[in-house]
């Protein structure tokens, strides 16, 4: 299941969505259907390195299986 970037053409608003088949996403913020699709940048994960966590740059978080999804804040990375 792809995840698309959608900006809004009625509200301007940004926002990402998970999208299964052929769904038509609707806006979060006015629900209007008047979208257009933005070009993604791909990622991926190169062998050894770790992707960015800002609770770990920060020094808030501690937890060293970060990257393997072992804390509640894997969800801002």
Known sequence: MPIYEYVCQ??????EELLR?????ACPSCGKRRLK???SVA???AEGSQPSCPARETGAC???NCAAGGCGLAHLT
């Open 21 to 25: 088949g052929d769904e038509k996403p």
């Open 43 to 45: 990622a991926a994960h």
């Open 62 to 64: 501690g937890v060293s």
């Open 37 to 39: 699709q933005q070009f």
């Open 10 to 15: 009625a509200c301007g608003r940004e926002f």
